[in-house]
Every structure is written in structure tokens, then in C-alpha cells.
């Protein structure tokens, strides 16, 4: 597959956003996808969020593997940043809360010292379709931030009031200029991060069932009906096998490999085939 990059215009200008906010806020919620922690951070945050107080949220964790999330958890605790995991669609939102409320804990005790009960505000940050509209509606409670499963769907700034004394800012989906790491941008492109339009969606969803047959054999051949001995196959004629197997066909008995493209890249990331971490703990 040829190299993957996309910065369109409206990332930058989130940029510019994000780095006039900043003096607005108290806290940031960093949000990550938990199938891909490390993939799904946007490197150029460290410096940007210097000097604040940071929660780190695993998101989308009812869609990753239960035992690779808890690694990762330890390894951020091991490193210095303790994470927590959420599931926008349906988690337990006390967690969240105790996480924000101890990240802004000493502003809150300085403020009240002076008489005064602060909102405290802070900004929710992440790379396009971590879900970060999902995250605060999950907060508020209902429906507040345009959430989509798309990328570059929140194209601007939205403060949120969850509650009496906290304000949440809705931030759009930012990438760094460039991807480097090709490994890692086909795992974006895999969970939907980078829009479908600008690659082969073809070749995309066939490496990512060769992917997935690596990452759990049983449940990917069940779900598409492959048979035992492909598992060493070139993505293409997975690809096929796949259509074969789900009657993906067109006249003549001709593999429909855009249908099948389309429906394996839409279960996976709806966690249809079940729980994949595409980035598993090594350290």
C-alpha cells in the first residue's frame, strides 16, 4: 500500500485553536483508541500541553482486548501517566469524574481557600474519531456534541456544561503533519481515523483481515467463513475467500471485493468480529 498521510486544511487551523484555548483551561482529557494506545496519541501533544494536568482515557475499551487493555494500563502507570478505560457508549462515568476532580483538585482547594467555588473547565483532546463528542455526551448524559463515526466531523471549538461546576471544551480530531510511521498510520486508517476516500479500501480491508487472522484466527475464519489452510495467503485472495465465504458475489460468480471491503472495514470498527487490540503490550 503506498504511503498514508492526511493533514487536511482544517487540522491546522484546530491547531491554532487548541493553542489559544489553552490558558482557558485547567486540565486536559487526552482521549486514545484502546485497540491502539500508543498509534492513537498525537506525539505533538507533549509539548503543546506542557504544564497541564492531563487525564488519559482509554477509550473504546469494550471493543479491545480485555487483557491487553489491562497491560496497557499498567504501562502507563509504570511510566508515569495513569490511564483509565471508558466506553463513551455505555462506561461508568464515575471513574472519569474522580480522575478530573483529583487532575484539578489543587486549583479548586486554592480557589475555595479564597471563598470562591470554581468551574473548572477543561479541554478534550484527541485524533479524529477517538470519539471525543461521544465522551462528553456520555458525561452530560445525552446527546450534546455531534458525534459521528467518521473522522473530521467536530470541525470546531464547543464548550460543554456538564454539570454545575464543570465545562467541558469539544475539540476537533487533530493529526501531526506528518506520518512517519507507516505501521502506524495503517492502524488509523484501520479504525477509521484517516478518511476512507484518500486510500484503496480494497487493499485496506484485506491486509487488515490478514491482520486479524494473525491477532485471532478462530474468531476472524468463523465470522467469514474462511477455510483452515489460509492462513498464510496474500491479502487479495483472503480478500476473495472472504467473499466467497459470505456470498459476496456479482453475475458470473465474480468476487464483489468493494461490498466486501466496505462490510469487513464497518465490523471491525463497530466490533462486530469481536475484540481486537491492533496494538498489543510488548514493554
Same mark, same amino acid.
Given at each position: 500500500m503506498p504511503d498514508i498521510n492526511w493533514y487536511p486544511g482544517h487540522m491546522a487551523k484546530s491547531r491554532r485553536l487548541l493553542l489559544g484555548q489553552l490558558k482557558a483551561v485547567d486540565a486536559v482529557v487526552e482521549l486514545c483508541d484502546a485497540r491502539a494506545p500508543i498509534a492513537t496519541r498525537n506525539p505533538d501533544l507533549n509539548a503543546m500541553l506542557a504544564g497541564k494536568n492531563r487525564v488519559l482515557v482509554l477509550n473504546k475499551a469494550d471493543l479491545a482486548s480485555d487483557n491487553e487493555t489491562q497491560r496497557w494500563l499498567a504501562y502507563f502507570k509504570a511510566n508515569g501517566q495513569p490511564a483509565l478505560k471508558f466506553n463513551s457508549n455505555g462506561g461508568n462515568t464515575k471513574q472519569v469524574l474522580s480522575a478530573i476532580e483529583q487532575a484539578t483538585k489543587q486549583v479548586v482547594d486554592r480557589m475555595k481557600a479564597r471563598g470562591v467555588n470554581k468551574t473548572v473547565r477543561l479541554m478534550v483532546v484527541g485524533i479524529p474519531n477517538? +470519539?471525543? =463528542? &461521544?465522551?462528553?455526551?456520555?458525561?452530560? !448524559?445525552s446527546?450534546?456534541?455531534?458525534?459521528?463515526?467518521? *473522522? +473530521?466531523?467536530?470541525? &470546531?471549538?464547543?464548550?460543554?456544561?456538564? &454539570? $454545575?461546576?464543570?465545562?467541558?471544551?469539544?475539540?476537533?480530531?487533530?493529526?501531526?503533519?506528518?506520518?512517519?510511521?507507516?505501521?502506524?498510520?495503517? #492502524?488509523?486508517?484501520?479504525?477509521? =481515523?484517516?478518511?476512507?476516500? #484518500?486510500?484503496? =479500501?480494497?487493499?485496506?480491508?484485506?491486509?487488515?483481515?490478514?491482520?486479524?487472522?494473525?491477532?485471532? *484466527?478462530?474468531? $476472524?475464519?468463523?465470522?467469514?467463513?474462511? *477455510?483452515?489452510?489460509?492462513?498464510?495467503?496474500?491479502?487479495?485472495?483472503?480478500?476473495?475467500?472472504?467473499?466467497? +465465504?459470505? +456470498?459476496?458475489?456479482? &453475475?458470473? !460468480?465474480?468476487?464483489?471485493?468493494?461490498?466486501?471491503a466496505g462490510v469487513i472495514l464497518d465490523e471491525f470498527r463497530g466490533g462486530k468480529i469481536g475484540k481486537y487490540t491492533l496494538e498489543p503490550c510488548k514493554k
Amino acid at each position: 500500500m503506498p504511503d498514508i498521510n492526511w493533514y487536511p486544511g482544517h487540522m491546522a487551523k484546530s491547531r491554532r485553536l487548541l493553542l489559544g484555548q489553552l490558558k482557558a483551561v485547567d486540565a486536559v482529557v487526552e482521549l486514545c483508541d484502546a485497540r491502539a494506545p500508543i498509534a492513537t496519541r498525537n506525539p505533538d501533544l507533549n509539548a503543546m500541553l506542557a504544564g497541564k494536568n492531563r487525564v488519559l482515557v482509554l477509550n473504546k475499551a469494550d471493543l479491545a482486548s480485555d487483557n491487553e487493555t489491562q497491560r496497557w494500563l499498567a504501562y502507563f502507570k509504570a511510566n508515569g501517566q495513569p490511564a483509565l478505560k471508558f466506553n463513551s457508549n455505555g462506561g461508568n462515568t464515575k471513574q472519569v469524574l474522580s480522575a478530573i476532580e483529583q487532575a484539578t483538585k489543587q486549583v479548586v482547594d486554592r480557589m475555595k481557600a479564597r471563598g470562591v467555588n470554581k468551574t473548572v473547565r477543561l479541554m478534550v483532546v484527541g485524533i479524529p474519531n477517538v +470519539g471525543k =463528542s &461521544s465522551f462528553i455526551n456520555r458525561l452530560y !448524559g445525552s446527546a450534546i456534541a455531534k458525534a459521528s463515526d467518521r *473522522p +473530521g466531523v467536530t470541525r &470546531s471549538n464547543q464548550w460543554v456544561k456538564v &454539570s $454545575t461546576y464543570l465545562e467541558l471544551l469539544d475539540t476537533p480530531g487533530m493529526l501531526w503533519p506528518k506520518l512517519e510511521n507507516q505501521r502506524y498510520a495503517q #492502524i488509523l486508517a484501520y479504525l477509521g =481515523s484517516i478518511r476512507d476516500q #484518500i486510500m484503496d =479500501s480494497e487493499t485496506l480491508a484485506a491486509e487488515l483481515l490478514e491482520l486479524l487472522l494473525e491477532l485471532n *484466527p478462530e474468531a $476472524t475464519k468463523a465470522r467469514y467463513k474462511l *477455510p483452515d489452510d489460509l492462513d498464510e495467503q496474500e491479502p487479495e485472495l483472503l480478500l476473495e475467500a472472504a467473499c466467497k +465465504g459470505r +456470498g459476496w458475489l456479482l &453475475s458470473g !460468480g465474480r468476487y464483489d471485493t468493494d461490498r466486501a471491503a466496505g462490510v469487513i472495514l464497518d465490523e471491525f470498527r463497530g466490533g462486530k468480529i469481536g475484540k481486537y487490540t491492533l496494538e498489543p503490550c510488548k514493554k
